[in-house]
């Protein structure tokens, strides 16, 4: 194993006083429990709105913590979920009166800590409603979760949720908007390599030198089917073909389109990749009326990419234009 870390039991810890060290201006980061809040939290009168997960993926979560997306986020340590501890105390940390939105994505750590956090909350009389992401078409009960995973559309929730919160609207109508995101978003992931967490110095599966994993989750769990690599046209193909049957999308439904690597990718190969996505929804008839290419909802160092597409409306299109200032996306500031 070769990375650049001291102690791996201590690498989540000094990657986040480095994260603090590098974004003051825009957050900060608590150590006892472990969270990542704006630097202006809280705000009075506006909604708050959290997510959390494993380390691991960065940017996600701390990365799109500050004005127009996330208020506050959790990060457990390496692909494991944070615990109600943390979330309890951002979500405290981010109450302005205006009660707090969870968005959760759908893993069985994940949810039964928030669950758990929220009801913590609530008996300190804040309000917490949840949001659950479960966008990946590509399988049902993985190895971390009953039901479908929650991965890239997870991304677009927190911008569109968190557009909505800054612009004043109630919690129950930023939950509204967090639900419709779900429905209208849908994801597919893929490996070529797979990653190694440090505490276990190894690498999470094994694939041959000429194989993919199609279907891969966020923590290198097993997908559909192992294939022997394709071109980077028919491996495109292959995932949003799938990503368009199962909302399924239709000519004329403009979507906002991410393009998301893994970690290891370079990205000339991601825009090789977003190339070939919109020469798919071009023949199909569908606008990309939004896009993201680059490193967004990660794996570690694992090679790979994931596709993810959002039916937009005005509404969302809207909300997704308005400004954010984060570690990781930033515009119209």
Same mark, same amino acid.
């Given at each position: 194993?070769?990375?650049?870390?001291?102690?791996?039991?201590?690498?989540?810890?000094?990657?986040?006083?480095?994260?603090?060290?590098?974004?003051?201006?825009?957050?900060?980061?608590?150590?006892?429990? @472990?969270?990542?809040?704006?630097?202006?939290?809280?705000?009075?009168?506006?909604?708050? @709105?959290?997510?959390?997960?494993?380390?691991?993926?960065?940017?996600?979560?701390?990365?799109?913590?500050?004005?127009?997306?996330?208020?506050?986020? !959790?990060?457990?340590? $390496?692909?494991?979920?944070?615990?109600?501890?943390?979330?309890?105390?951002?979500? !405290?940390?981010?109450?302005?009166?205006?009660?707090?939105?969870?968005?959760?994505?759908?893993?069985?750590?994940?949810?039964?800590?928030?669950?758990?956090?929220?009801?913590?909350?609530?008996?300190?009389?804040?309000e917490v409603q949840a949001v659950i992401v479960n966008d990946d078409v590509a $399988?049902?009960?993985?190895?971390?979760?009953?039901?479908?995973?929650?991965?890239?559309?997870?991304?677009?929730?927190?911008?569109?949720?968190?557009?909505?919160?800054?612009?004043?609207?109630?919690?129950?109508?930023?939950?509204?908007?967090?639900?419709?995101?779900?429905?209208?978003?849908?994801?597919?992931?893929?490996?070529?390599?797979?990653?190694?967490?440090?505490?276990?110095?190894?690498?999470?599966?094994?694939?041959?030198?000429?194989?993919?994993?199609?279907?891969?989750?966020?923590?290198?769990?097993?997908?559909?089917?192992?294939?022997?690599?394709?071109?980077?046209?028919?491996?495109?193909?292959?995932?949003?073909?799938?990503?368009?049957?199962?909302?399924?999308?239709?000519?004329?439904?403009?979507?906002?389109?991410?393009?998301?690597?893994?970690?290891?990718?370079?990205?000339?190969?991601?825009?090789?990749?977003?190339?070939?996505?919109?020469?798919?929804?071009?023949?199909?008839?569908?606008? $990309?009326?939004?896009?993201?290419?680059?490193?967004?909802?990660?794996?570690?160092?694992?090679?790979? !990419?994931?596709?993810?597409?959002?039916?937009?409306?005005?509404?969302?299109?809207?909300?997704?234009?308005?400004?954010?200032?984060?570690?990781?996306?930033?515009?119209?500031?």
């Open positions: 194993m070769k990375k650049l870390i001291n102690d791996p039991r201590d690498a989540v810890r000094e990657s986040l006083a480095g994260f603090a060290a590098a974004h003051a201006d825009v957050l900060r980061v608590c150590f006892d429990p @472990v969270y990542v809040v704006r630097a202006d939290a809280p705000i009075a009168g506006k909604v708050g @709105v959290i997510s959390g997960g494993g380390s691991g993926h960065e940017p996600m979560h701390g990365g799109f913590v500050g004005q127009g997306m996330l208020d506050a986020a !959790c990060p457990g340590q $390496v692909f494991t979920s944070p615990t109600p501890d943390q979330m309890e105390a951002a979500t !405290c940390a981010v109450d302005g009166g205006a009660g707090v939105l969870h968005i959760v994505k759908n893993y069985t750590g994940d949810i039964m800590n928030f669950e758990m956090a929220a009801e913590l909350c609530q008996a300190r009389g804040i $399988v049902q009960d993985s190895l971390y979760t009953a039901g479908r995973r929650g991965v890239g559309t997870t991304v677009l929730a927190e911008k569109i949720c968190g557009a909505a919160a800054g612009r004043g609207y109630d919690r129950g109508r930023v939950a509204a908007l967090g639900r419709k995101v779900n429905a209208n978003g849908r994801s597919m992931g893929m490996a070529l390599t797979p990653c190694i967490v440090p505490a276990a110095g190894k690498p999470s599966f094994v694939l041959g030198e000429d194989e993919i994993e199609m279907g891969i989750g966020i923590h290198g769990e097993p997908g559909r089917e192992r294939l022997p690599l394709p071109p980077a046209r028919e491996l495109t193909a292959h995932m949003t073909e799938a990503i368009l049957a199962d909302l399924p999308f239709r000519a004329g439904d403009r979507v906002i389109a991410m393009l998301n690597g893994m970690g290891g990718t370079p990205l000339m190969e991601l825009y090789l990749v977003y190339g070939e996505l919109e020469r798919i929804l071009h023949a199909r008839q569908i606008p $990309v009326a939004r896009r993201l290419v680059g490193n967004y909802i990660t794996s570690l160092e694992m090679a790979g !990419c994931s596709i993810t597409l959002l039916k937009a409306d005005e509404e969302l299109l809207s909300l997704w234009d308005d400004p954010v200032l984060t570690p990781a996306l930033r515009w119209g500031i």
